[in-house]
Structures are given as structure tokens and as C-alpha cells.
């Protein structure tokens, strides 16, 4: 089994900074990429950022400028800088990770519980 465990939301003012952490641990032997979705309420899951091993990340365009993604490949992590926060930021953040395991065939994404990001007006 693969866990995901998140760190970092919180409340915040319109215009300040966050930063989400999220480590992938558990029985897996190979991992492809990481990063987050976010769900706000009565809307559907949506990209925030992801970030391949060979550093290659995506955006969404309205996080483009202001989040920073970035990962360490060793340690199983990924990081979400985010800067210039706006209401439309209020939303349960979700960390993913693709790996390899010894339960599923092929590639398997796994998600995290979520963290709550409240960016105030």
C-alpha cells in the first residue's frame, strides 16, 4: 500500500503565501510523477500543478505565475509554493503520485486525503 500525507494548508489573507508539502511513502519500487489537484466546494476535482522526474511540470493556467511545483525524486516529495493567493485559491488541496506498486498492474495513482487552503478576502 502507498500513503500520501500532506502538510501546509491553512488561512491566509488575500495576497499572502502558502506552501504544501506532501510525501509518498509505502511499498512501491517505481514512481512517475507527482503534484495537485484541488476541489473547491460543489465544484469538480481540478489540475492545480504536476511535476514528472525529469522535472517537466504543468500548470493550470489560473495558478500560472504565482504557484511554484517542485519535487525531489530521492526523497518522494513534492512542494507547492503558492504566492498571491485569491479567494478563488479556498479549496481541499489533493497531492497525487504515479508509481509502480506490487498490488496493481501498470501505473496507479494514489491521492491523498487533502489539505484545506482558505485564502480570505
Sequence with gaps: ??????????LV????SLRLSCVASGSFFSRDTMGWYRQAPGK??????????DGN?????SVKGRFT???DSGKNTVNLLMN?????DTAVYYCLADV???VHLGLWRYWGQ????????
Aim: no cysteine; proline share 4%.
Design 1 to 10: 500500500q502507498v500513503q500520501l500525507v500532506e502538510s501546509g494548508g491553512g
Design 13 to 16: 489573507q488575500a495576497g499572502g
Design 44 to 53: 469538480p476535482r481540478e489540475l492545480v500543478a504536476t511535476i514528472a522526474t
Design 57 to 61: 511540470s504543468t500548470y493550470a493556467d
Design 69 to 71: 511545483v517542485s519535487g
Design 84 to 88: 498571491s493567493l485569491k479567494p478563488e
Design 100 to 102: 509502480r506498486d506490487y
Design 114 to 121: 487533502g489539505t484545506q487552503v482558505t485564502v480570505s478576502s
